[in-house]
């Protein structure tokens, strides 16, 4: 058990996200208060302002990914993931920013292209996407595999990128969230006892956890799992433990004190219904804020329910993750109607 040091930890980051030059991601997101429950103590980490096209956890994930594959010479990349996913849309972006081919490996086709799937068509021509039918998806990494041999025999060098980018190359840019929540805590003097934040395939959540582990950070973790069981999510959390060792070059300590939920309502991934967007409309007119229904809004919920449940007292930091583009595809929804 070692703890490493605030600026080690920073170091490093900064190293594998390539901070120091022109080009780098921004990374910095700010925080500020809440009005909730006549309360002065409960904050929000404005991760949905690191970028609009590219926002939140997906541009941190991405601030590691692109520099390695750039260093690896990677030529073309197969991303897996939904036809909405947020981290495919941010792909698309990030890829051809950086002139990397990418391949997509989504399932549906989805019966109408609305929101993400219909902005990635802005960037991607429907007949470069490689569409896997539902009772099919179970095989999509034989596909893949197939598909990746075969580029490679025509020497082309390749990467996959599964889904919601939870691979050892996104740990670095997922790890630059417990950085910069240092940073606003040393800006704000305020230290957040308890920090909430939503989970897909829990790559950043479980960055923050390992990350906490390994400065021996003592904050109560209260994380929502919005995609699969709580199984799956401690399957990752391993898998996370051991990047975050590797990459810091040090055995972690235990972890903090974490806690994990479902959402209040909606529990299935990308479902909504009539209280999401309740709580979106309630979002927007009370804290000023746009939430997505598929993460934020369910994160939001979540807390509303948890801090007052458990009488949470302290400082309280929610972390709003981004993906509001994804709010463009549910507008028209009967749900939003008054
Ligand atoms: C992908 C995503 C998440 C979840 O990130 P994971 O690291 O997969 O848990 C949360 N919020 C938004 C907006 C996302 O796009």
Redesign the pocket.
């Known amino acids: 058990m070692t703890v490493i040091q605030e600026a080690e930890l920073y170091r490093k980051v900064a190293d594998a996200c390539r901070l120091e030059t022109a080009e780098a991601f921004h990374l910095q997101s700010r925080i500020h208060r809440l009005r909730w429950f006549g309360r002065s103590d409960i904050w929000v980490k404005r991760?949905?302002e690191l970028g609009f096209g590219v926002?939140?956890?997906?541009l941190r994930?991405h601030a590691s990914i692109i520099p390695s594959l750039k260093e690896k010479g990677i030529e073309e990349v197969v991303v897996i993931g939904g036809a909405n996913?947020?981290?495919v849309l941010?792909a698309a972006q990030t890829l051809r920013e950086n002139n990397i081919k990418m391949t997509p490996f989504l399932l549906g086709p989805p019966s109408q292209k609305l929101g993400n799937v219909k902005l990635l068509s802005l960037f991607v021509d429907d007949s470069e996407i490689h569409w896997i039918s539902r009772s099919q998806w179970a095989n999509c990494e034989n596909f893949v595999n197939t598909y990746i041999e075969e580029r490679s025999a025509q020497g082309i060098k390749i990467f996959v990128l599964p889904?919601?980018?939870?691979h050892r190359l996104?740990l670095p840019g997922?790890l630059s969230i417990l950085v910069d929540i240092l940073r606003n805590e040393r800006e704000s003097g305020v230290r957040f006892d308890h920090i909430f934040?939503?989970?897909?395939?829990?790559?950043?959540?479980?960055?923050l956890l390992a990350g906490a582990a390994a400065i021996e950070r003592k904050t109560v973790f209260h994380v929502v799992v919005?995609?699969g069981s709580f199984e799956d999510f401690q399957a990752?959390l391993s898998q996370v433990v051991e990047y975050t060792g590797d990459f810091l070059g040090v055995s972690l300590c235990p972890l903090p004190d974490y806690h994990l939920y479902y959402p209040a309502t909606a529990k299935s991934f990308g479902s909504t219904n009539k209280t999401i967007f309740n709580e979106i409309r309630r979002i927007a007119r009370e804290d000023g804020i746009l939430t997505?229904p598929?993460?934020?809004s369910k994160?939001f919920l979540t807390a509303r329910q948890t801090i007052p449940g458990q009488a949470l007292d302290g400082n309280i930091l929610l972390i709003?993750?981004?993906?509001?583009l994804?709010l463009t595809g549910f507008m028209d929804s009967h749900m939003f109607g008054v």
């Open positions: 991760d949905d926002s939140g956890t997906k994930k996913s947020n981290n941010s889904e919601g980018a939870h996104a997922s934040i939503d989970a897909g395939t829990g790559m950043v959540a479980q960055s919005l995609a990752g997505d598929v993460y934020s994160l709003h993750s981004g993906g509001g994804a």
